[in-house]
């Protein structure tokens, strides 16, 4: 995951901003006096800040951060005030989690809202904050998201050339059927039974088995995607323990080396987030075990606690996703990929009439659009492609599938080079293979049984060579070419053994 691909290493400087931010979050509460309960709170909130609020526009993201305090300040207030009385804390947390996983429905600014005012409530716990220390923590997380928002938007502005991350696609339904509301449903069990079983076997450190079931739900929206969300969160928990035995363990909270050592894990878990959600979790387990050492309560044991914490949380969402209202992963699959063809019709279009003269069209968004699309999709094709599935047939289409529109999306990246350059020309060739790429795009995506649909492609074929000096009709033959072979996996029975032609 840190040799895989950055362009323009956005991932890279969102990390180091990310580092920045923080730190200038902690030394504000530092130099204000405040505790380290609250200095910790303030890292945190400042962390929630660069990492969740992912709105398309910067006019967006500030409003949303703005609003951060709106959602998290009465959890807070709520929470520490609800701390000796563990029945009614526990009900307002469950109620957190609904609403919190329900606002995701408003899109990046609900999930960003609900996100941050769970992990309000989360904290109060992690550091058993009381109501006398309520408003220092407000104080801290004002200074946490004055900082967070001084990094983000003045001091080091990263514009984006590419629309945010795609969420889950809406599929159909109402009611319980929306997926949000599902979700929200789910969730709340999952957390409902993390939430006993953790207190069975801690009163003191229950809240990691709620917030890994939360967390397992962030970002999924399939029965397969969550469980192979839930076993990679084990794994890096696992890896993490290990290392804090190594690491944490010796320092015992030692301050300077212990504040780099959480820089480090705050940069790891901005960079490691998109390629592997197990090294994610890597990080935040070591961060989280160089936290308890500040705190002074770090020994073996609390780590080998975490861990069995983090089981259940990964049992109770496992058991949500398998028997309340689950969502098959093949069709959240079908809704990525759909959108993914798509996106190369759009791009494609768009190129043509760039190198037709027009130059409002803009085929690069497009372009930045599909390859969030693809990564979505391997996400989404991580539980068929898993090691430990059982069913070959559908791995075998499954990395086809991902193999084609890896392809799919290198030819529209060559085609979005060559529309750029004001030299690169226009005839009816490439209006030709334009035209024929649109038709295979069309062919899988009509519904089955439409007319048109189990065609691959019409009008005439792509010849056999093309000169290289024409690279424009070389992307669009490669793009075709890749869209023709996608019909044998995604058009046939998905149990039948895969013939894959040459």
């Known amino acids: 995951m840190f040799t895989a691909p950055d362009p323009g290493r956005l991932r890279l400087r969102n990390s180091l901003r990310a580092v920045i931010g923080v730190f200038l979050a902690v030394a504000a509460a530092e130099l204000s006096g405040l505790s380290l309960t609250a200095s910790i709170t303030g890292g945190l909130a400042a962390l929630l800040a660069l990492f969740t609020v992912l709105d398309p526009s910067v006019r967006a993201q500030r409003a949303t951060t703005a609003l951060l ?59 058993h904050a009381l109501p006398a220390q309520l408003p220092e923590l407000y104080a801290a997380v004002g200074l946490a998201l004055l900082a967070a928002g001084a990094v983000r938007f003045l ?15 809406a599929l159909p339904g109402r009611g319980l059927a929306r997926p949000t509301t599902r979700q929200a449903v789910q969730a709340t069990a999952a957390c409902a039974f993390a939430l006993l079983v953790g207190q069975a076997l801690s009163h003191e450190r229950w809240y990691w088995a709620v917030g890994t079931a939360w967390w397992i739900f962030v970002n999924t929206a399939s029965r397969g995607e969550t469980l192979v969300r839930g076993f990679r969160r084990v794994l890096g928990t696992v890896v993490g323990i290990a290392a804090g035995l190594l690491i944490a363990v010796p320092l015992d909270g030692a301050p300077a080396p212990t504040a780099a050592l959480v820089a480090v894990c705050v940069f790891g878990i901005f960079y490691t987030a998109a390629p592997s959600y197990s090294w994610m979790m890597f990080f935040v387990t070591v961060m989280a075990g160089l936290l308890y050492g ?12 975490r861990f069995q914490e983090t089981a259940v949380g990964a049992l109770g969402a496992a058991l949500a996703v398998v028997l309340i209202l689950p969502v098959t992963t093949h069709a959240v699959n079908e809704a990525f990929i759909q959108r993914a063809l798509h996106c190369v019709r759009a791009a494609t279009a768009a190129a043509l009439d760039r190198l037709a003269g027009d130059d409002a069209a803009d085929p690069a968004p497009h372009a930045a659009e599909l390859d969030l699309l693809l990564g979505r999709a391997r996400t989404a094709l991580a539980p068929l492609v898993h090691p430990l599935s059982p069913l070959r047939a559908r791995k075998a289409r499954a990395r086809q599938v991902l193999a084609l529109l890896g392809d799919c999306a290198r030819e529209v990246r060559g085609l979005v080079a060559v529309a750029a350059d004001p030299q690169a020309s226009h005839d009816a060739r490439l209006a030709a293979a334009c035209w024929r790429v649109e038709a295979a795009v069309e062919a899988l995506t009509a519904p089955h049984g439409a007319a048109g649909a189990e065609t691959p492609a019409g009008g005439p074929r792509p010849q056999a060579r093309t000169r290289a000096d024409e690279p424009a009709l070389v992307h669009l033959h490669g793009l075709e070419h890749a869209l023709v072979a996608l019909h044998a996996p995604l058009r046939t029975d998905p149990r039948s053994p895969l013939v894959i032609s040459a």
């Not at 995701?104 to 716990?125: C, E, K, N, Y």
């Not at 629309?163 to 889950?168: G, H, M, S, V």
Request: charged residues 10%; hydrophobic residues 60%.
């Open 69 to 127: 305090p709106v959602a998290g300040f009465p959890v807070l207030a709520l929470a520490t005030t609800l701390h000796g009385m563990p029945a009614v804390r526990d009900a307002a947390f469950l109620a957190v989690v609904l609403v919190g996983v329900y606002a995701r429905r408003w899109g990046p600014r609900g999930h960003a809202l609900g996100i941050f005012a769970f992990m309000m409530f989360f904290v109060t716990q992690f550091l």
């Open 294 to 305: 500040l705190l002074g309560v770090l020994h073996p044991g609390l780590l080998l606690l």
């Open 155 to 169: 001091l080091w502005p990263i514009e984006r050339h590419t629309p945010p991350a795609p969420a889950p696609p």
